[in-house]
């Protein structure tokens, strides 16, 4: 298994800024993703994180809106740009050695006035 | 094709009982079936999974029944405790697309 902690819990923004989400695994892990979670629903995956690469997005989510580093085999970031009420979520971060057995982090909180 | 439907939405059951969750999909290229224990504020904590090459797995009080032909599976949790109560997630895998798809959720609450 994988320990998987993420920097902030929680966030409160204003319209118009940008936030990033760190993530950060305790063991070097092939796969990283990141998801988002509306409160009281389920997860939609928005990309995979590649290491060396340019992430790949989920339909609907874009690289301009969701810009994603990930320099080294334990570490990413999500940023979420020029934030909108329809921003706020929870933003999960999960890694594994392969696609099928992900761990998650505890999430951040996001919410964008 | 790439769903999981998962029901039903919300359970409730006494202390003791067996509450069962029940997912279907239609991929027949998904190969990996987890399950995931959600509490509130927390993230998704993987409970435990199943390949197609087998029906049926128990890890402590928690079974899975897996049903290729019908592609189907389901989650029971036996001597079901209020410590249980969380938001349970099927999900499903497949190899070709490197992807979980999860199911919409299931509520749980075991009443003392």
């Known amino acids: 298994s994988a320990v998987i902690s993420q920097k902030p819990s929680r966030d409160i923004c204003q319209r118009g800024t940008s936030l990033t989400i760190q993530c950060q695994v305790d063991?070097?892990?092939?796969?990283m993703f990141w998801y988002r979670q509306q409160p009281g629903q389920s997860l939609t995956l928005i990309a995979t994180?590649?290491?060396?690469?340019?992430?790949?997005?989920e339909s609907g989510f874009v690289i301009d809106k969701f810009p994603i580093s990930r320099p080294n085999l334990t570490f990413s970031t999500l940023t979420v740009s020029n934030m909108s009420p329809e921003d706020s979520s929870i933003y999960l971060c999960?890694?594994?050695?392969?696609?099928?057995?992900?761990?998650f982090g505890p999430g951040t909180r996001l919410t964008v006035t | 094709q790439q769903q999981v439907k998962q029901s039903p939405q919300s359970l409730i059951v006494q202390k003791g009982g067996i509450p069962i969750i029940n997912c279907a999909y239609e991929?027949?290229?998904?190969?990996?079936f987890p399950w995931y224990q959600q509490f509130p504020g927390k993230g998704p904590a993987l409970l435990i999974a199943?390949?197609?090459?087998?029906s049926e797995k128990k890890e402590g009080r928690f079974t899975i029944s897996f049903n290729k032909s019908a592609k189907q599976f389901s989650l029971h949790i036996m001597d079901s405790q209020p410590g249980d109560s969380a938001t349970y997630f099927c999900?499903?895998?497949?190899?070709?697309?490197?992807?979980?798809?999860f199911g919409q959720g299931t509520t749980l609450q075991v009443k003392p």
């Open positions: 994180a590649n290491q060396g690469s340019e992430a790949t997005y």
């Open positions: 199943i390949r197609p090459d087998v």
């Open positions: 999900a499903a895998f497949s190899g070709n697309t490197g992807k979980l798809i």
């Open positions: 991929n027949t290229a998904f190969d990996y």
């Open positions: 063991s070097q892990v092939t796969m």
């Open positions: 999960s890694a594994g050695r392969g696609g099928d057995e992900q761990y």
